[in-house]
Each structure stands twice: as C-alpha cells, then as structure tokens.
C-alpha cells in the first residue's frame, strides 16, 4: 500500500536551530514538541528578546516515517492507530491496564512521539465545544475568561479556514456559516483548516439519512452549538490536502520568521522538572542519547507532555499524591493527589454495512488505487489520500424512545449534562477498521460515540523514571451509565442505518455488529470486546480553584504548590467538551500564552 514521494523535512531552512545536549539556559523550556507545546514555543518566541528551549523525545515525522503521517488516507489505511504494532519512531507504543469494561482486554494507545505530537497521528476533525460545556469549565475554575465567548479570540487566533467549494462536487458543497468573519480570524492563523478537495460518497448519503430522522442541518461546528448534521473541517492544508501538523504550522511558522531565539532539542528526553529549595522550577533534567544534562529556565517550565506523560513528569519531579510518591521513593515536594486521576476519554462502536460506493477499502483495487494517487499529485489534489476516512458528524441527545429504556440512575447521571451537550456523536467513515476484509467492496460506517462519559480513569507511575512508561487505567465503560448509553447509542445508529434513506446504496445484511447481535445484553458484550478508544484523554492534570485538593493548575495553567511551572495541554484540561479536542488544545496554548506574555 506504500505511495513513495519526498516529504523529507529541510532542516537547512534559515532559523532552524537544533538545540544542542548539554547545560544551557533559557527564558522558558517547554517540555514536549507536541500539538500544545510548539504552540505556545512560537508565541513565546515571537518576542525575540526571550529564548525558548523546546524538549522533544521524537524528530519530525516526515523523515522518520515518510508518508504515514504526511498522507491524510494513511490515518486510515495504516493499523498504527488500532494495533499493538504502533511504529516506534513516531508513537510511544504505550499499552492499558487490563479493562474490565472491556472484558479484560488490554489496548494500544497510540501517542505522538514526534513533533507535532498527536496531531501527526490522529483523524484531525475540529469543532469546538458547546457554549455551556465552557461555562462550565468557567464555573469550575471560578474564571470567567474561559466562557465561549471569551476563548472565542483564541480558538480563531491559531486558525486560517478555507472552503473548497470551487473544487468539492456539488452535492458536497459545504456551506458558509454566516459568523465565518466571527468564529475565524480574518488575517487567518498558521494552522490550516479545511475541507478534503475529494468528498467521501457514503457522506452524501449519510447526510440524506440525518435529515430523513430529522437532524438540523447546521452550518458549523465552530459557533458552539453541534446538535444537528453537517461536513467537518479537517485540520488540512487546502490545496495540497496534506495532514497539517503544529508542527507544519506553528514550528514551521518561526522557522520562517527566523526566529533564532527557539531552539529544538530533538530525540531528546525531559527525565525530571528542578526546583530551588523555595520550590521555584529552575530547569529540566534531559537525557539525549547517553548525555544526561540540565536545560535551566529563567523564567519558567512548561510542561506539555500529554495527557499520559505530564502527570507522570509531575510525579516524578515530586509533584503527585504522597502516598504514591512515597512508595516509589520520591521525595514529595507538593501533595497534589488529583495528579494523575480524573482522565476523561471517549470510545467508539462502529456499525458498518458494504455499499456500492467507493470506500478506503477500495484502494486494495491496484488500478483504482493507481488513479487516486495519479490525482493527489496534481495541484489542487482531489484524491481519497487526501481524506482522513471520515468527513461527516452528526451530533444528537438520545431520542426520547431510547432513553426510556435507561435506568433511572442513568439518566439521572446524563441530565447533569448541560442542555446543549450532545450525548451521542456519529462520524460517518468510508472504512471498515473492525477488521481488514480482503475484498474490494465498499464500505460505510456508523462510527458511534458516546460523548457524555461519566467513567474517570487514571495514570499512575510503574517507577520512579521517566525511561518506563506510565500505568495507563482509563476505565472505559467502568460507569453502568456509560455501558447503557452505549447500547442505546449503537441502537440508534443501528435504526439509521437500516433507513430507507440508505436503501438505495446498502448491500446485504448489517456486516458489524452484524444480525446475530440482537438482545440489549449482546450488544452490551459486543460492544465490550469491540469497541475502540477515541483517543480524547484529557483531564489528568485538571485544571481547578486554587482551594480545591484535586485541582492541579489553577486557572492560569500554573501548578499548584509550586512556582514558575505550568502545565499546557489536554492533560490541563478542566472538562473534556463534547466531540474533537483538537480545538481547545490550541485554543488553550494560546489562551496561556498570551498570559504568560501578557505577565512578563
């Protein structure tokens, strides 16, 4: 399936400045060269007066993984997302705890080890979250700043959205929400937004199955309303329909700003955070092949490691609950105990039929592969490679004869959700990733998404060192209410599927969970040995008032119990808003840039 053409990094570009191992000093030092961390790296160093230190343990994805990540199709055609096979260059390879809510299984999950971070490996779609889930993100951390409206500025600040409407075929035109001059900023961001020039077929028709039960056609998914239908931007470059990466934006941004100033320490891995006696972060311990060194902050550390590895940089830098630091013989320097807990994630069942239409799995044809790639060469492409697989979401709370087969416990549980938070997601996908089918039929898929979860999972430390991984224990499906909604859940998506709106492009019976799954208990059990993560972790170093004992970082990202130390990414997160996270993690790095700017 490999498609070879250059996509190596040029590393000779002026501005390009390798950090070189060994002690050095710097304003800020940011830990991790992911989605959120070389956000914040450029903002920080476009005042070239200040030094930035970004601490990366990858390199850059297009050299060490060519086109995987590089492709948009490859998120879809390659199983490093959804097998134990991850490629050790670019993701971590990090593996579950056994779940219980998945019948013991234990699953991979795939994390960025490049820079670029998630966004080099992940689906890519962007919405933000409902206006009252950020309420309510502003109610929990007592700030006002973090209402819609207020991050509103930063969620536009990074993004630069194009329509291809000139390219797309008619009957997958996608409208032009009226608030485009208010959701995006007119000068545009260095992180391109788009659509893919090639619209998947099955999503046309899916979207004639929303309408058909009566889902509102909605213009965006950036206003911070979702329930209804509609095409999802991809973070995309428009006409190439290449993947766009923080690091093809923002790092590649500086770079051509020749900002000097930011230096990138690459293959390069954050072993501890240092503190002064006064608990003043001073630096970042850093092992770069066989040379341990220091990398010294005169202003601050911060740490953008993930959801998995910021909690666990904290805690083996002292920062964590007390009782598991003791046990591991790390001497406690702030008695956190919300420090790895609270992680929040998704995951999705997918309800699959064989079409006649053209799918990814498709592509297995040679000849019809041929011409895909043939046109994604050309300028604009208009190929499936430039599709992540799923360009369609529909958003819904359950219907009201789903939800009278819930206990009331839960639906108790889902009404504490704000009026405007969806419970259910549908992306519609042209692919079969339950499994590789050796034919050349088409597919469509139901990818169902429970978004409204109330299971809370954890991370935890396996040693004092950050050489071994985390203990990853995200729960899934631990909560009774979060199993029932999924059984309701894939219900429905199984009632649109079977719709006489899809009539005309179904073939045969349903192929997953397929007819011989049929009582509520054997879907429960299907969807216990089957489903997949989302990979939306989020949450293990919440954000939270500074007098709460779970609370991590305070409201301007700044840990508690310490000094001049942040922590800047997903794992801050004070809620996981329904849908893509992709969204808040760059609106938040710039939110908290602009702080630490606006503080100097």
């Known amino acids: 399936m490999g498609y070879a053409f250059n996509h190596c990094r040029d590393e000779s570009r002026p501005g390009f400045r390798f950090g070189i191992p060994g002690n050095a000093t710097y304003d800020y030092v940011v830990v991790g060269g992911g989605t959120a961390g070389l956000a914040v790296a450029m903002r920080l160093a476009e005042d070239n007066t200040h030094t930035v230190a970004v601490i990366e343990a990858g390199g850059f994805y297009q050299n060490e993984a060519g086109n995987k990540s590089v492709v948009p199709a490859y998120n879809s055609l390659f199983a490093a997302l959804q097998s134990p096979n991850a490629d050790p260059l670019i993701d971590w390879g990090f593996v579950t705890t056994p779940q219980i809510g998945a019948n013991n299984r234990t699953l991979h999950y795939a994390r960025g080890k490049t820079l670029g971070g998630c966004s080099a490996l992940n689906a890519n779609i962007y919405n933000r979250g409902t206006r009252a889930?950020?309420?309510?993100?502003?109610?929990?951390?007592?700030?006002?700043?973090?209402?819609?409206?207020?991050?509103?500025?930063?969620?536009?600040?990074?993004i630069n959205y194009t329509v291809p409407n000139d390219i797309r075929a008619p009957n997958a035109t996608v409208p032009t929400p009226a608030s485009d001059a208010q959701d995006f900023s007119p000068s545009g961001g260095p992180v391109h937004l788009s659509h893919g020039n090639f619209a998947l077929p099955f999503s046309s028709w899916a979207q004639r199955a929303f309408l058909y039960f009566g889902f509102a056609n909605i213009s965006t998914f950036s206003n911070g309303a979702l329930l209804g239908s509609q095409y999802a931007p991809n973070v995309l470059r428009p006409i190439s329909n290449e993947r766009e990466t923080s690091s093809t934006s923002y790092l590649d941004a500086a770079l051509d700003s020749n900002r000097t100033n930011l230096h990138v320490f690459t293959h390069s891995l954050a072993l501890q955070v240092l503190f002064s006696d006064d608990k003043t972060a001073t630096g970042v311990l850093v092992r770069s092949g066989r040379l341990d060194y220091v990398l010294s902050a005169r202003k601050e550390v911060i740490v953008s490691a993930g959801t998995f590895q910021s909690p666990q940089l904290l805690m083996v830098s002292g920062i964590g609950a007390a009782e598991t630091l003791q046990e591991h013989g790390i001497t406690v320097l702030a008695d956190r105990p919300g420090v790895g807990q609270n992680m929040w994630d998704h995951v999705d069942i997918e309800v699959t039929y064989k079409v006649n239409l053209e799918s990814f799995n498709t592509l297995k044809n040679e000849t019809y592969a041929q011409i895909q790639k043939d046109n994604y060469?050309?300028?604009?492409?208009?190929?499936?490679?430039?599709?992540?697989?799923?360009?369609?979401?529909?958003?819904?709370?359950?219907?009201?004869?789903?939800?009278?087969?819930?206990?009331?416990?839960?639906?108790?549980?889902?009404?504490?959700?704000?009026?405007?938070?969806?419970?259910v997601e549908y992306e519609i996908a042209s692919v079969y990733t339950t499994d590789d089918p050796e034919d050349f039929d088409g597919y469509g898929t139901f990818v169902t998404v429970p978004v409204a979860p109330v299971s809370r999972g954890?991370?935890?430390?396996?040693?004092?060192?950050?050489?071994?991984?985390?203990?990853?224990?995200?729960?899934?499906?631990?909560?009774?209410?979060?199993?029932?909604?999924?059984?309701?859940?894939?219900?429905?998506?199984?009632e649109i599927m079977a719709s006489p709106a899809l009539e005309p492009i179904r073939l045969g019976s349903e192929v997953t969970p397929g007819d011989s799954v049929g009582t509520d208990a054997e879907l429960e059990q299907y969807i216990r040995n089957n489903f997949f993560m989302n990979w939306h972790a989020a949450c293990t170093c919440r954000m939270g008032r500074v007098n709460d004992s779970m609370a991590v970082v305070d409201s301007n990202a700044r840990v508690i119990g310490v000094q001049n130390l942040r922590v800047v990414d997903a794992s801050a997160f004070a809620l996981l808003p329904p849908g893509h996270p992709v969204s808040t993690v760059y609106g938040l790095a710039e939110k908290i840039s602009a702080d630490i700017i606006s503080s100097r």
């Open 458 to 494: 954890t991370v935890g430390l396996l040693s004092n060192s950050m050489l071994d991984p985390p203990v990853i224990d995200p729960k899934w499906l631990s909560a009774q209410t979060d199993i029932e909604l999924a059984v309701q859940a894939v219900k429905r998506a199984r």
């Open 133 to 158: 889930s950020y309420q309510e993100w502003a109610d929990l951390v007592g700030d006002d700043s973090y209402t819609f409206d207020q991050w509103l500025p930063y969620f536009a600040k990074g």
């Open 377 to 423: 060469r050309k300028v604009p492409a208009v190929s499936m490679y430039g599709s992540y697989g799923a360009d369609y979401i529909g958003w819904e709370k359950l219907p009201d004869s789903y939800r009278a087969n819930l206990t009331a416990a839960a639906a108790l549980q889902l009404a504490s959700f704000p009026s405007d938070w969806p419970e």
